[in-house]
């Protein structure tokens, strides 16, 4: 059973009644996050990656169609149709790392009806949750201010799958490192780790607990110094580092309690302990907005782990995402109900340097001074670019976020930036929506 | 590379450091969630099916060893004694599908010291977001009063994986579907599914669309009314399933608008067409606050289709886990610092009808007509019971949750059950507490 059955049963029964109706022209599909979540003033494209890889790998083996068959309470026969089908489509798409606005596609996928049917749920669920996280990691960066991040949220992801995301898109957005052994071997990143209460507590007392430490890890080491009372910690830390001789390099960890007096107070204890050169690496339910006020406030914090909060994006876990026809047989399509209008066409985004973005025509000539965002990255279901590296992403996504205003940058009340519509593609909106209110509503009567 | 690596680094370098100090004996760690989230009155243990899996299989094999030398920049002498390390401990857990509350243990587990501390990130991982999960996922079925609420959280989960533990945690609490074919396989659940507004769009019209659909799909369908104009829609699916006769069973779909309004409306509509068993199902970011309201005015919905906001748990993705030594070595051990103290020993929690419970030590005599909530899952590294089947897990649940007072089940403003903790815990927390002042404090001049 491949991952091609992870998917949405009506995936299955749409492509199954397009098969059937010999519906199999290009339809594109326009995949975009329409609203920005509170505390966002723009996004981080992520999940392009994985969504070529299912995609490349995309086919319906024999078991896959028995799994539809048996779901549906149906014969094989009637899944039949099914069998054999592999993504042969194109896919356009923002690479991974730059800055995109409510409204851009992050993603356009122009297949086969069904092909393009069938992905959806899978192509949703990556893009959706890897820009979240991407998008709440960038904003710890920011807050940091240059002082380096560390990704701790393995224990708290919504799955081991998620924390290797989460640490990948941490280090896309300029993580320093992860404490996820298994994610840091996987993406080459620094692993990062420190000690835990319960190492300190299963030792007679703290100072034994940091000299058995220090002995069995040669070079630079953090001792965790708040688990019974944070000044007594620090005492033992530093009489431990001085007497082996082992500052350099060296840290202590708080993780509790006022961190921000706490600090003030340690980096004190440390200097006079002559060793200024101890750093201060502090963690515990920390987010963007913790860091912001810790770094505003001068507190002599050198380093930041951001685990729970950031790993799954506590404050906006999900986007307001959609995965929607745009054309189909070369017609533009559309959606009218409820406040959900989606816009028609193959697009693209013309950006000019500062994220002034106009969301357009895929077919429009790119106005003076911009370059398009969405780049082909699949034709005819195999990758038409080299796999992206997690650097080049990363460099990326650092390049766009100092072109942003610096209001969307901002940690409390960013300000969104907004994308513009192009007349071309204002044109064929107003003009799609009169077709659809003249051939599709007026016959039946409706109020709309 | 085994799941064995799936791990923060510093269990990997305490572990180290316990073999290298010869502390190898049995250490208790208890998992347990310190607060509950707003908007809980009690929490669904899960995912200790998870762990015991993980738990089962945990060997460091010599690749995961060489994982760990080349992660510490290590030669691989130093990480040898980690090699073949199996987890041979005991595991005592409450049962998934319990309802527990704060501070009580989820899961205890006893182990030579490094390997109950390797395997902690992963078991705080699976425990955390499952029983995050199945939190959020039983209230919603609590909103509903008995109507069906089915899972459509695939496109939003954090990735695909955690899409799997949606789908079966959903039906822990008592869904009655999901739309995740590979998870519906995998767990033996009802696959449900309508279509989607692309469907609609790439026909030329919505009839031509439904007919098309009931004709490829014999049996009950379901259409999605709500593409261009909801009344058009319904009208539209009327006479479809009027004209095919394919009224029974069959259900239209609202996912956009004022729900509420639009059922009653679409209600009159299908009754005064002939079709007053056609039932009507409703989605579009949907949670047990908007359940609750509908169900309250006695809106016409006969399905809940829930997704984004359960499957990553929208108002608490996370909850306040802790992974605590409390025993070592036969003393029980605790942390001390601010805010953040941990009752130190193996525990029991005793409970009495109506979730009267009294978390206490585990060697101690039940109170009258009280049972123990933690079970002994696993002996020895291997389970000492059978693979706990989802059926059942669903039946203790259901049992579970009509045993809470009805203000623990309230959705908006629930009041947490809160545990009492029982007179022996409570004079070895102070016991220890005093001989942590004395011991490990009070000889550094400590102000605690």
């Known amino acids: 059973m491949s991952d091609a059955t992870i998917t949405d049963l009506y995936e299955v029964t749409m492509a199954l009644s397009y098969l059937r109706e010999g519906m199999t022209q290009p339809a594109t599909f326009s995949c975009f996050v329409r ?65 995109v606005l409510a409204g851009e596609p992050l993603m356009e996928i122009t297949a086969p009806l069904p092909q393009a049917q069938l992905v959806e749920s899978y192509v949703l669920n990556q893009l959706n949750h890897q820009t979240a996280v991407a998008s709440k990691c960038v904003r710890c960066v920011i807050a940091a201010r240059g002082r380096p991040v560390v990704d701790f949220s393995l224990r708290r992801t919504h799955g081991t799958q998620a924390a290797f995301q989460a ?13 996820n052994v298994a994610a840091a071997h996987a993406e080459q990143l620094p692993a990062v780790g420190t000690m835990a209460h319960s190492y300190i507590e299963a030792f007679e007392d703290e100072e034994a607990a940091f000299t058995a430490f220090a002995q069995c890890h040669p070079g630079p080491v953090t001792l965790l110094v708040d688990t019974y009372d944070t000044e007594s910690g620090v005492a033992a830390a530093a009489r431990v580092l001085n007497a082996l001789g082992r500052g350099d390099g060296s840290a202590i960890r708080l993780d509790s309690g006022d961190l921000g007096r706490l600090a003030f107070h340690a980096r004190a204890m440390l200097d006079n302990a002559g060793l200024p050169q101890v750093r201060i690496v502090a963690s515990g339910g920390l987010d963007e907005f913790a860091v912001h006020d810790l770094v505003r406030s001068e507190t002599p914090i050198d380093i930041y782990a951001v685990g729970t909060k950031v790993g799954v994006s506590a404050d906006a876990p999900y986007l307001d995402s959609a995965y929607k026809l745009v054309a189909y047989e070369g017609r533009s399509v559309m959606k009218l109900s409820a406040a959900k209008v989606t816009a028609p066409g193959r697009k693209q985004v013309f950006r000019r340097p500062g994220c002034h973005d106009v969301i357009g025509l895929a077919d429009e000539t790119p106005p003076e001074g911009s370059t398009p965002l969405l780049e082909t990255l699949m034709r005819a279901g195999g990758r038409s670019a080299p796999r992206d590296r997690l650097e080049d992403a990363r460099q990326r996504l650092a390049a766009d976020v100092a072109e942003l205003p610096a209001t969307a940058r901002r940690i409390r009340s960013p300000q969104p930036v907004q994308a513009k519509v192009s007349r071309r593609l204002s044109v064929l909106t107003d003009k799609v929506r009169r077709r659809i209110e003249r051939e599709v509503l007026a016959p039946f009567g409706s109020h709309a």
Chains 1, 2 share one sequence.
């Open 35 to 99: 609203e920005l979540p509170p505390h966002r003033g723009f996004l981080i494209a992520a999940g392009a990656e994985s969504v070529l890889d299912f995609l490349s790998d995309f086919r319906l083996r024999r078991e896959d169609v028995e799994v539809f068959a048996e779901t549906l309470q149906r014969p094989a026969q009637d899944v039949a149709p099914l069998l054999d089908m592999r993504f042969t489509g194109e896919v356009r798409a923002v690479p991974e790392g730059r800055v």
């Open 167 to 179: 640490a990948r898109l941490g280090a896309m957005a300029g993580f320093a490192g992860t404490s």
